[in-house]
């Protein structure tokens, strides 16, 4: 999200120009620089995105392969040079497929050693934990109610609960959008058996993770991550809407909005038909389905009927992580 927007936030401390936040994720690695003020504004300077699709790159003995690995090691290298230019304070976080890479030390060797940039591998309660602050951050209005935040990448879905800054539940499932199209609905055509199939499956290794969201409650469901964003997008040009803006910030899905997604989805059995639906995004086309049936099973599962939609999630969470520690940084210098 650009600027979560304090007006009259005074300018960010002396030797805290800018921060960076880069986000190795399954299918995509981010990069957004910012200025962040002392009321928490967050002033972007620039997001730069590689499609690397590194859960894509892991072979069936969950290696990544040298492609892969060459590959995001050079877009770290043009990340961490631009972040060098605004003279920001890096932090880089790698997610689910790094974390089920088992040669994840390699990467992490070749991303310090030729990129120059120390990539913390964190867990999924770290992930969900950060996304529910970047969510929080970006949706003021619900900072007193108690929330159930989702992101559902590539690679895995991170839940966390809380009200105000207080995470009474952050949890991670192994399930994300890349995971369930290859698992499921590749190669095409695909066929409505195997998408029945995914969803009996998502719904079962959700299930005791809905069990424990349940037992903490929540007042507001929100949902972030490309594949809701797109799901959100989609849905306005199928329901008439042909002005649907990029910034589906704030803005509500119903789950029977999802439903009608799905089937429109399900109903496109190669890449091609895909392509061909309105308010497609040429980027998403092979994944979209896979995400969209995870978000399905959370709304049949918790029994949600509407979701609100966060641009602002993981990255807006480290970017506030980063700034806090500059500033402790530059206070406690001698």
Known sequence: MGDAGHPGASGPPPGVAAVGAIDIGSNSIHLTLARVRDGGAIETIARLKDPARLAGELDARNHLSAQGIERAVA???????????????????ATAAVRAARN??????????????????????????????????GLP??????????DSGGGSTE???????????AT?????????SKRYLMPDPVHPRRVRQAQADIAKALAPHLAVVRRVGFDHAIATSGTIQRVARMAKVLAGDSRASRDVHGQRITAEAIDHVIERLTAAPTQAHRLCLPGMDPERADTLLGGALIFQALA????????????????????LDIWQRAVASTVTAP
């Open 75 to 93: 877009t770290l290298g043009r990340f961490r040079e631009l972040a060098a230019v605004h003279g920001a304070h890096l932090r880089a976080t």
């Open 172 to 180: 991670s499932v192994a399930v994300g959008s890349l995971v369930i």
């Open 104 to 137: 994840a030390d390699e990467f992490l060797h070749r991303a310090a050693h030729e990129a120059g940039v120390h990539v913390e591998l964190i867990s999924g309660h770290d992930e969900a934990r950060l996304t529910y602050r970047g969510v929080r951050h």
């Open 300 to 319: 049949r599962g918790l029994d949600i009927q509407q979701w609100q939609v966060s641009m602002s999630a993981l990255r807006t969470g480290l970017l």
């Open 159 to 169: 839940l966390a609960c809380g009200r105000g800054e207080r995470v009474s539940l």
């Open 141 to 150: 209005k619900l900072a007193d109610d108690r929330i159930l935040c989702v």
